[in-house]
């Protein structure tokens, strides 16, 4: 038997899995755009997620609703975005990702934490929640972590590994742990 025969019915298959998947998440509720196409992925309240035209998210992304019967929380993608392997969407309240943005694997966004006053352990302690923006024609690297309340502004850059624990303005670029400001984008 020819090993190429293989590979084509092998990907034939993952097609029309692929449109299985889509349907189901369709059925349920997903909002999505023409052109757009999600690999396998986790997403518990797909009519919690609205997904623009022409996006691209790859297998592996894990999509959290946590207050799914809250009508002000959901996960919104604009449009031509793509989201690579193993990122992570955690969300309490909402998260916003604007037009033409890249996102790199591994990310994590996150719009919830907890307060931490001594005297009572961490697991009785009331959650905190701030929604998340990110602006359009934006570039998140690898496995960086974008957490509540941050708002990352039009045409900026976060290098890989960046820990996002405040705003960052319009057409800069900051990396680090905490994430801090390196230049103006030219």
Excluded at 29 to 42: D, N, Q, V
């Amino acid at each position: 038997m020819n090993p190429g025969y293989f590979g084509l019915l092998y990907n034939k298959l993952n097609t029309l899995a692929a449109v299985y998947r889509m349907m189901v998440l369709k059925l349920r509720g997903l909002t999505i755009g023409s052109g757009s196409k999600i690999g396998r992925s986790t997403c518990d309240w797909p009519n919690k997620l609205i997904i623009g035209k022409d996006c691209d998210i790859q297998s592996g992304v894990d999509f959290r609703i946590w207050q799914p019967y809250n009508e002000q929380t959901y996960i919104k993608i604009g449009d031509r975005v793509f989201i690579g392997h193993a990122c992570e969407f955690v969300c309490n309240s909402r998260i916003s990702i604007g037009n033409d943005c890249l996102i790199a694997s591994g990310t994590t966004f996150v719009d919830v934490g907890h307060r931490f006053s001594p005297g009572a352990a961490m697991n009785t302690q009331e959650t905190t929640s701030a929604e998340i923006v990110i602006g359009n024609d934006v570039w998140i690297g690898t496995s960086c972590a974008v957490l509540q309340g941050v708002s990352i502004g039009n045409g900026s850059i976060v290098a890989a590994g960046s820990v996002v624990n405040k705003s960052i303005p319009e057409n800069q670029i900051w990396a680090g742990v905490p994430a801090r400001f390196i230049k103006n984008r030219a």
